[in-house]
């Protein structure tokens, strides 16, 4: 199945969703998987892990916390045009960070957990266009 590719359609679509626990960023020196992690991204430096805190302090693994994960509820195209650049472009407007995660059905930002909601509100501005 095909996602969108239609960039009005996408900001039309997208509803973002806030989960409710704080994610951190870690990362690991074998290649061994992290049960529960959310993302490994496997880099020349080590094995990039994103998980929750939780998970992250019962794997032992070393971590900057304190972001946020907010999916987009649509499901886009891996090849659609300018859905990240929107919501880069709306994040930065309001001075808030972002890191962003592409999944096959849904793209997933993380932002500071103390902006999470007002970043929401930027992403909502956003769909509402």
């Known amino acids: 199945m095909v996602g969108l590719g239609d960039l009005t359609e996408l900001l039309r679509s997208m509803e973002p969703v806030l989960h409710d626990a704080p994610y951190g960023f870690g990362l690991t020196q074998g290649a061994d998987w992290v049960a529960g992690a959310f993302a490994m991204v496997a880099e020349d430096e080590g094995?990039?892990?994103?998980?929750?805190?939780?998970?992250?302090?019962?794997?032992?693994?070393?971590?900057?916390?304190?972001?946020a994960r907010i999916s987009l509820t649509v499901h886009s195209d891996l090849a659609a045009v300018g859905l990240t650049a929107a919501i880069s472009a709306a994040l930065t407007a309001e001075g808030i960070s972002a890191n962003m995660v592409a999944g096959y059905h849904h793209d997933h930002v993380f932002v500071p957990w103390v902006l999470r909601h007002d970043a929401v509100a930027a992403m909502q501005g956003v769909s509402n266009v």
Do not use: D
Not at 51 to 62: H, M, P, R
């Open 47 to 67: 094995m990039t892990v994103v998980a929750t805190e939780v998970v992250l302090v019962a794997a032992g693994v070393a971590h900057q916390g304190g972001w």
